[in-house]
């Protein structure tokens, strides 16, 4: 990637240890308010898509907070005082705590010990192309930031693609590993002036950056997340055209991502409007922002024959006449199609010149992914167009699944998570159907894999609080703020 920085910032969050799992209110200013983001508003009453967190038994921890002294270095990462600590331990800081310098800082007189999470000890296995005049040395930004007892740990990874970054912990340490690949454009000078000459300097291969760890701390309760970026995702579909094709999950996905956008710049004016009978656009005129919803459950057609309806598994004919025009397009399809009785959105089945009235839905979902899926590499300009596709959301209907006695209860009056997934829902099946067939097609569509995390999310859904037009238990859609969100989130990872 030439000529851009991609910044990837994996956040580590550490709470005071007590016997429940009860999440201060106090944590809220962590994160970007948004009125959308789960990763916010939705903290001081539940987890919402933060799988666990480390959690860290004294406060007497806390000196990983203590300030730099601006004195005898004019890098930012001097001295530290104990003074400093006890004086700001009470409350989160406003700027940059603690950023790597280039060069360490040489100082006079005894200076107390840094913080252990002030200096991560880092390694870069492999330099290649440094510059020829005083060579380069690529590291992490760090910041930290703390509310009471919980502490948030935040690195900068420019040239990191999001799926080579990798958490783990220990015995003693916490550990962020991947693989860097990035290019800078580096201008050389003569006479002032900057010639005509750049040289591309390549700072790539393995990294690890290691934090030592408290000796209390829980090292089972660590996790990461990856942090969004409002404005950055506005920059990036700035001028371009968004469409969500799918049923009511992929509404789910692009109510989520409108309201992300609006809180990113919530004094912007915006409009959500209605182009037909199935397709709805939020826009953010002032940025260029445009994000369009069509209802299409099953992707494939389905027509009128003899007052029957007949779903064709062999085109999208008429599906198609919407889907062309945009820079970016996200799919869905599932929930429909394990529909039967009244619920069941067609009368018969066309599979090319055989009729019939029902078959197994699995090869029926199989055999329409095909036909999108050609029609997709066909008529679908890649270098202009990204496509995705977004993976199955699983249905919590069935409590015996994850623990419950009895089904009657369903989803309602869930309040956390599950902790361990130990059953494979229908929907697992069909996402693994689904992943196959994506890599089998001809051109790069990427799927969202959001499928197991959100099992664990037996408790985001509506339940009986959902819309008040319908009764009855919604233990298939997403609250919001919520699981959608994440999804929005991969997609935020993807296209960057």
């Known amino acids: ?21 009860d999440i201060s209110a106090s944590a809220t200013h962590l994160f970007p308010m948004s009125c959308s983001s789960s990763l916010n508003s939705a903290i001081p009453r539940r987890y919402d898509n ?31 005082k104990a003074s400093d600590y006890a004086k700001k331990s009470s409350r989160a800081f406003e700027g940059p705590m603690f950023s790597r310098p280039a ?50 740990v935040s690195i900068e990874l420019p040239g990191v693609n999001i799926n080579d970054i990798k958490v783990e912990v220990s015995h003693k340490s916490l550990i962020v590993s991947g693989n860097r690949s990035t290019q800078c454009k580096v201008a050389s000078y003569l006479n002032g002036l900057v010639s005509a000459y750049h040289k591309k300097e390549i700072v790539q291969g393995p990294y690890r950056v290691f934090w ?16 969004w970026d409002g404005s950055d995702f506005m920059r990036r579909i700035k001028n371009k055209k968004v469409l969500f094709v799918g049923d009511s999950l992929s509404l789910n996905q692009w109510q989520s991502l409108a309201c992300m956008l609006h809180s990113a710049f919530p004094s912007l004016n915006y409009s959500v409007t209605r182009n037909g009978p199935l397709m709805s656009t939020f826009s953010i005129p002032s940025k260029q922002v445009r994000l369009s919803y069509v209802r299409n459950a099953l992707l494939v057609d389905i027509v009128k024959e003899k007052s029957k309806r007949v779903l ?3 085109s999208v004919a008429i599906s198609s006449k919407l889907w062309t025009g945009y820079d970016i397009l996200i799919f869905d399809t599932w929930h429909w199609w394990i529909h039967t009785g ?17 078959m197994d839905r699995l090869k029926a979902y199989e055999k329409a992914l095909i036909t999108w899926g050609k029609w997709i590499s066909n008529n679908i300009n890649f270098k202009k167009t990204k496509v995705f596709f977004q993976g199955i959301s699983p249905d919590h209907s069935n409590g015996t699944q994850w623990g419950k006695k009895s089904n009657q209860m369903q989803c309602k009056g869930e309040q956390n998570p599950v902790k361990k997934l130990s059953y494979s829902g229908g929907e697992d099946e069909a996402d693994i159907l689904l992943g196959k067939i994506l890599s089998k097609t001809k051109k790069p569509i990427h799927m969202l894999k959001l499928n197991k995390m959100s099992q664990y ?3 985001g859904h509506p339940s009986i609080y959902g819309n008040p037009r319908y009764k009855g238990m919604d233990c298939t859609h997403w609250c919001l703020p919520g699981v959608p969100d994440i999804w929005n989130q991969l997609l935020y990872a993807n296209l960057i």
């Open 103 to 152: 060069n360490n800082c040489k100082h006079n007189g005894t200076v107390e010990e840094a913080p252990k999470f002030a200096r991560p000890r880092f390694q870069l296995k492999e330099r290649r192309n440094e510059l020829e005049s005083n060579g380069s040395e690529w590291s992490p930004k760090m910041d930290v930031a703390e509310s009471g007892s919980m502490y948030v």
């Open 212 to 227: 030592p760890l408290p000796s209390n701390a829980n090292k089972n309760r660590v996790s990461a997340e990856f942090v």
């Open 1 to 21: 990637m030439e000529s851009q920085i991609v910044r990837r910032r994996v956040n580590m969050i550490t709470a005071h240890l007590t016997a429940h799992d």
């Open 342 to 358: 009244r619920k069941q959105p067609w009368d018969l089945i066309r599979d090319g010149k055989i009729l019939r009235r029902d």
């Open 457 to 459: 999310r037996v408790d």
């Open 312 to 314: 064709k598994l062999d």
């Open 50 to 80: 933060r799988m666990n967190y480390a959690r860290q038994s004294s406060s007497s921890q806390a000196c990983f907070m203590r300030t730099s002294e601006q004195g005898s270095c004019t890098e930012s990462t001097a001295a530290f």
